[in-house]
């Protein structure tokens, strides 16, 4: 008798600390959220930004046997993890249906530029050369201990300062600068403003991906059936599939006012790109010692190092250390097992079907119906 009231005690104990913690958890989130929306976070100087994260890392040890438990019990679902939106799905939190319609009503203004990917495909990269290109290479998020959210926008995201309060940057061209994971069917669009579209190898995107839902979720990530199911279904991946993404926004390059431009570009030869896109937005050429500054300043190190100005999303409860970078290399497709990549290459060979215009910056490996591969275009 004295044994089964010790164990109905333990299981009480057990089941009490359970309920304790999982309340404790949801006060965690809630706080949590409310205080990264905006500016919450990213308009905090350095220092009240770390001391954010020590008190979200403080709770996460206090919650610790919750998290131990939920992460060898439940796994991340995408298809509850998502917003919907006119067809295009999104992950909830980051994202909302109203955030997305106040984007999709946003009227773009001549100073906009816009810088538009998939996700994990080089945004907050691409982000950086066109403010350093906008400060031609005296831009001071580093020394002043800004993050680059405090003054440029994601415009259907929730945590950002918002458009109607970003500052206009660099003398020359003043302009706004503006991040979209946005379809080309979904951005706000005017023939005044520009707009940097960055594409990047499908399965590097998809391994990208990867580390990045891993990062953030720890051991709640799924497992990779469930990682391949998301990438490839229009209905789950969160601003539409690779293919979709990168087809719209190839059809909207014809217009004088869209840079299309590559990931492996920008690896291979950052001091071209770094140009051209001086050149797209109509600033005078950079002298040789700008351009180093540029160049200098958008690199994988100087980036790394200085990671806290340039993070992705802020600090929760399940990471409090937001990575930039994971491996950030241009052949990331390679890392992925070898019959996982060649599913996702001939899913997006079936995608890219005859009749589809072709995308520039071609990846050889990508084999379309009847042998053809995409050919790369000049520049």
Known sequence: MHVLWWVLGAFGAVLGLYILQTI????????????????????????ERERFKKRLRFHAFLLSPLLWVNGHLARLDFRRARIR?????????????????????????????????QMKC???????????????????????????????????????????????????????????HLPAQLCPWDERARYIYVLRHPVSC????????????????????????WYCSPELMWWGTWTEHARGWW??????????????EMRKDLPAVVRRVAEFLGVAPLTDPELADVVLKC????????????????????????????????DRHKDVP???????????????????????????????PGGGVLEPTAG
């Open 24 to 47: 404790h958890l949801a006060i965690v989130l809630r706080w949590e959220d409310e205080q990264t929306v905006g500016l919450g976070y990213y308009g905090l100087p350095p220092a």
């Open 85 to 117: 939106y006119k067809g295009v799905s999104a992950p909830s939190g980051s994202c909302s249906e109203e955030s997305f319609a106040r984007a999709e009503a946003y009227a773009p203004r001549p100073e906009d530029v816009f810088v538009v990917t």
């Open 122 to 180: 080089g945004t907050t990269w691409m982000q950086h050369v066109v403010y350093q290109v906008l400060q031609r290479g005296r831009g001071d998020l580093v020394e002043t201990g800004t993050a680059l959210y405090a003054v440029a926008p994601w415009i259907e995201g929730r945590k950002s300062v918002p458009v109607e309060q970003a500052p206009l940057l660099g003398g020359e061209r003043p302009s706004r600068l503006i991040k979209t």
């Open 206 to 229: 998809f391994a990208s991906c990867i580390d990045f839902v891993r990062t953030n979720v720890g051991r709640m990530a799924p497992e990779m059936p469930a990682f391949e199911e």
């Open 251 to 264: 059809q909207r390059a014809r217009e004088p006012n869209v840079l299309f431009l590559t990931f492996e």
């Open 299 to 330: 690199g994988f190190a100087y980036m790394q190092e200085h990671q806290g100005n340039f993070e992705m999303h802020p600090p929760h409860i399940l990471q409090t250390n937001a990575e930039l970078f994971v491996r950030g290399t241009a």
């Open 338 to 368: 070898d019959d996982v990549r060649q599913r996702i290459l001939a899913w997006a060979a079936r995608e890219l079907a005859p009749g589809d215009p072709a995308l520039p910056a071609a990846y050889p490996d990508l084999a379309l």
